[in-house]
């Protein structure tokens, strides 16, 4: 199976985090998307260990869980590698090549950008658009990730029941996701955009120029960190903290000594990782800037975020101009929305 797999309706998007499993189904009438289901649920502590799959029943088994849960009754599923394990390059092909040809030459010459052994690699390819630089040649992605990151994610899928049909790149389910809320009005987001997506374990700052993404960087930073702390303070286990955390209920001293503590580091990592993008490119300020994951969630945050950059901050929604079908409840899929971006980036895998 390739990377970026051949396009099949309908897929559901599998998005496998630290954390938890989210799953989502489209459909599209015209222009227009709806939700028809979703779920979110929590994976057992460390069955997934930085975005690696460590305990594959545990996490088949959460899998299947939340496709009961979704009530969905789609069995095709797309499902995507962590940015950290794909080797991504663009390179330059003769235009005239059939797809079959391109597939041909990439494998003998593949040795030059992966530093692995081909059989011990899933490669794909996608072409582009004519290159600018040389009128018969067209620039060509190429993606590579080690079969085992591969490999462990379809049997996940399989082990929950489904079949997997595409394999994509985290990375490029955002950008799916982000082109889809900026298509509304693209000038509102200016030419560069930043997305920061904070998780359970791991921020991520994704650049985009033109929604298309030209830097990465991932640092170990994330909502665990305030589920440890309120199970330290409060004497909870990690599921009564996690509990705790989305549906309140916790002493008054917890917003200003937890809380808000929590908020000010999430800012602080978000402007030190912009920092550190400016520092290290030619430009010294973004357009805008979309904020992501489970930890953008949390009220007043986008704000502070905003206040700190002097950028405007929103906070994802990529169901935003989306209908919704009877049996998603809309407020839940309103407070999960910007946690659902890699599963919705996948979902619109199914309309390619």
């Given at each position: 199976m390739g990377l970026f797999g051949r396009k099949k309706t309908p897929l559901l998007g599998v998005d496998i985090s630290s954390t938890s499993i989210k799953i989502l189904e489209l459909s599209k009438s015209g222009s227009r998307y709806r939700v028809e289901s979703y779920a979110v649920e929590p994976l057992p502590p460390n069955s997934v260990v930085e975005k690696n799959i460590a305990e594959v029943d545990l996490v088949g088994e959460a899998i299947a869980r939340a496709v009961k849960k979704s009530g969905s009754r789609v069995k095709t599923a797309a499902c995507a590698v962590a940015g950290g394990a794909v080797i991504t390059k663009v390179i330059t092909m003769p235009a005239h090549l059939t797809e079959d040809e391109m597939e041909s030459q990439i494998q003998v010459e593949a040795d030059q950008y992966i530093p692995y052994p081909?059989?011990?690699?899933?490669?794909?390819?996608?072409?582009l658009h004519a290159s600018e630089t040389e009128p018969d040649k067209v620039d060509v992605l190429l993606a590579a990730s080690r079969s085992d990151n591969v490999d462990v994610r379809v049997a996940a899928l399989e082990l929950g029941s489904l079949q997997p049909k595409v394999v994509d790149v985290e990375?490029?389910?955002l950008e799916n996701s982000v082109?889809?809320?900026?298509?509304?009005?693209?000038?509102?987001?200016?030419?560069?955009?930043?997305?920061a997506d904070i998780g359970a374990?791991?921020?991520?700052?994704?650049?985009?120029?033109?929604?298309?993404?030209?830097?990465?960087?991932?640092?170990?930073?994330?909502g665990r960190q305030l589920t440890e702390e309120i199970m330290r303070r409060y004497g909870l286990s990690y599921e009564e903290?996690?509990?705790?955390?989305?549906?309140?209920?916790?002493?008054?001293?917890?917003?200003p000594e937890v809380l808000q503590p929590f908020k000010f580091s999430m800012v602080q990592e978000v402007n030190r990782a912009l920092q550190f993008f400016f520092s290290s490119s030619k430009y010294?300020?973004?357009?805008?800037?979309?904020?992501?994951?489970?930890?953008?969630?949390?009220?007043?945050?986008a704000e502070m975020i905003q206040e700190k950059t002097g950028t405007t901050v929103r906070t994802a929604n990529p169901f935003a101009n989306m209908s919704v079908a009877s049996g998603v409840r809309a407020e839940s899929l309103a407070n999960d929305a910007p946690a659902l971006m890699i599963a919705c980036g996948l979902a619109l895998r199914s309309f390619d």
């Open positions: 081909l059989e011990e690699i899933n490669l794909d390819f996608e072409v990375a490029f389910a082109g889809l809320i900026a298509r509304e009005d693209p000038g509102d987001y200016g030419t560069l955009l930043a997305v374990t791991m921020t991520t700052l994704s650049i985009m120029e033109d929604f298309n993404i030209i830097y990465t960087r991932e640092q170990m930073f994330g903290a996690g509990l705790a955390k989305r549906q309140g209920g916790l002493p008054d001293n917890y917003e010294g300020a973004v357009d805008s800037i979309i904020l992501a994951g489970g930890c953008a969630s949390i009220p007043g945050v």
